[in-house]
Each structure stands twice: as structure tokens, then as C-alpha cells.
């Protein structure tokens, strides 16, 4: 399987290194106080801010459509989120549904002082971190596990490398894997994921930095 | 011809940050990988074998990320239809249009020929954003004057005829009824700068003519209300 270039000195990427040394505190819920800084003019992932904010408006007014047409624009990314999250989609469709009855329930609160989007992924990385603490320590069959997918054995193999990847991110400490997440599944900036995630952007590099170090330590120990 | 030693790395990483032999911080090196520009090298790394060693090793490790932040993952329809339709069941208009036909009687919901207006006007160049609505008899209360001559012969019954349920049973949608208070109404944010009032007329055919195709509600009455424009 290992048919790529040899590690730097013929070792492993950790050894190259000086160990980090620190560890992160368990996962802690976002407070609703957050940040409140906006999202780029654009929006997260190009959708269209003003748009979330016109329809935000008519939704917290007691509109359905707007609340509807609102979930509607943001229903791929809450459910991706969870997704790699979690790494399973039974439990990222169960958390997408609960995201969207939360929104629901409670988008007349919501007080614009950060944007939508920040206010809305925060409530997903939140209902991800409880989702977790609720299940059981149990590693969900992936579609890589099936020895019988057919294809060729190229695609077979780069399948299972990916499904891999969407394991060891899974299995992150949950403070390193919301950020790289956010960062690396999602592109939003360091600044966007601080908002999020009511860090300070430094310590949002930093816990990327190290997210990105375990799981290309994993990643080579796989391949 | 020898190639000369790389000159140290100088950057302004903090002291304790990871580094390879060289001295180049790692988390600078997993930035670039990252980023997707592993090949651009800096003239430190043009002339360093460790940077371009762990470049070219995480590169290749961060493929499958980057193949994994590239799958083109949605949320199953039929999950978020199902949440929808429970949180809609508390607040949905229940109203449904009757087509009578020689065979039978095809009832359309108004929910379906507000989400008909409001994808067809979403698409339409310069609307930023669009929610329709259905506005008419509905809003009526019972013994209005102007309810009671719904089933008269109507000179400006332009359409075809489309009557809700019985009126005990709740409101009625007429849509295709000219002069009438049955209309489509479109809510929408339009791009500043395009021209407003040929917009709105732009919208109002397309809207009407969808309408036509997809339900049969041919031609309806479109209100279209231009409630922001967005730079």
C-alpha cells in the first residue's frame, strides 16, 4: 500500500519533530455569547449573506417559507458538518434533524448580532459535541469496511483511503476536530472558525496546527 | 557542481513551534500543503532537501483530506422533507385548489403553487432572493359580501376555475380569477442596480407561465413586491 515517496529521513513524520507536549481539554459546548464577528461579505462557502439576513428577518417575524427556504440553503453544509464530525450518517442525519427543529424553534431569538451562519454552525458543532457525549464508544461500520465493493481496484483502494481519512478525523479529540472541520472540510478562515467556535484565532491555528499533525500521523500509519 | 547549504529558516513562528532540522516550523509547511501550494516554494525550500522531503511526504498524506473536503456530500431529501413537513404540519396553509376534469378532480395544494412561484422568480436574473405567497379569499371571514358570489358566472373568469374545500371546512384559494382577490404574491430582494420595473414584469411572465405548466393555474394574477435591493 505504501507505494508513495518515503518519509523525510526514512522515519516517521513524528520523528521528525519535537514532541507538542500539550493536551486539550474535553469538548466544551459553545456558549451562545459569542464573537460577533461576520462572516465575509459572501457569506460561509459563497452563499449569499444579505440573503440569509433578509430571509432571517422574515423568518424570526413569523414567516414559515423564510425559516424554510433558510434550512433549505443551509441543509448540505449542517448535514456535512456533522458528517465529518461525526463520521457516521446515521448520527449526522439525527443531529441534522435536530439542528433544524432548534433553528426552528428558536430563530425569533436569534439576535443578529453575529451572522447567521456563525449562529447556525455554532448550534451544529454544539448539537455534534452532545450527540457525542450521549453515544456509546462504538465505531460505526463505514462503507470502507465492505471487503465486497466492487470497482476497480485504483478506485477501491483511494475509496477506502478516503473513508480512512473520514475515520481519523472522527476520531480527533473533539476541540482539535471542530476547527479542522470547520477549516479544512468547510473553507472558512481562521477568523470565521474563531467566531464559530468562540476562540481566539490564535488558538484556533494552534488546535488546527495540531489536528493537522495527528492526522497525517494517522494517515501515514495507515498507509 | 554542488548545490549550496540552505540558509536557515527565518521566520516569526513562536520558539516553541515544531520544526524540522532545518528549522523550519512545521505547522508553516502543513499551512502550504494545505493550502494546496506544496510546489510553490519559498528560496529556502528551493535549496533545503528536508523542506522539500516533508513537503512533498504531507502532500501526499493530505490528498485524501483534500478528497474528502472536496465530496460533493447532500442531506438525504427525504430527511429533511420529513422534518419539514412535521414543523410545516403546525403552520401550513391547508387550502387546496380543485381542478375538475371529465375523469375526475385534481386537487393542488397552495403550498405547491407558492414553491412553483417562488423557485421560478429565485431563478430569474436580478432577484437575489424570493418568497411567494398565495393571497385571497382566504383571508376572507365567513359571510363576506365578496365570498358569496364565488360560484356566480364571472365575465373575468379568465383562467381556469379552482375551488378549495367547502366553505365550512375552511378558506378557499380561487387563483386564475381575475379582479378577484386570489392572487400569487412574490416577496423579493433584487440585485441593486437592474432595471426594477422591467424585473417585476420579466417575473410576472415567467411566474404565471410556471405556474400554467406545472399546475394547470393558467394564467394567474402575480403581485410582485420588490422589498430590498441588495448591493
Known sequence: MNDGPSSPSGSSLSSLTRPTGSSDADDQLIGATGSSEQMSPDGAGGLDA????WLVVKASSGDPQAMEVLIRRHRDRIYRIALR?????????DVTQEVVIQVWSVIAGFSGASAFTTWLYRIVVNRCISHQRRQRPTRPLSEGDDPSTPGPENAVLARQRVEATADALARLPGPLRSPLVLHEMEGLSYREVAAILNLSEPKVRGRIYRARRQLVDDLQDWS | MTTPPARPYEGDEQPDTDRLPCGAPIDRLLDQVSAGTASDRTDHQEQCPHCQAALAEYDRLWTPVRELAADDVKAPDSLLDETLRRLRSTTSDPTFASIPGPDGTTRVSARVIVVTARETAQDVEGVRIALGKIVGPEARSPGDPAADDENQSDDSLIGARVEGPARDDGPR???????????????????????LIALGERLRADVARRIGTVTGLHPVTVSVVIDDVFT
Open chain 1, 50 to 53: 444579505q440573503a440569509d439576513q
Open chain 1, 85 to 93: 464530525m461525526l463520521g457516521s450518517r446515521e448520527d449526522a442525519e
Open chain 2, 173 to 195: 384559494v380561487v387563483a386564475g380569477v381575475a379582479g378577484r382577490s386570489t392572487a400569487i404574491e412574490i416577496t423579493l430582494a433584487a440585485q441593486y442596480g437592474v432595471d
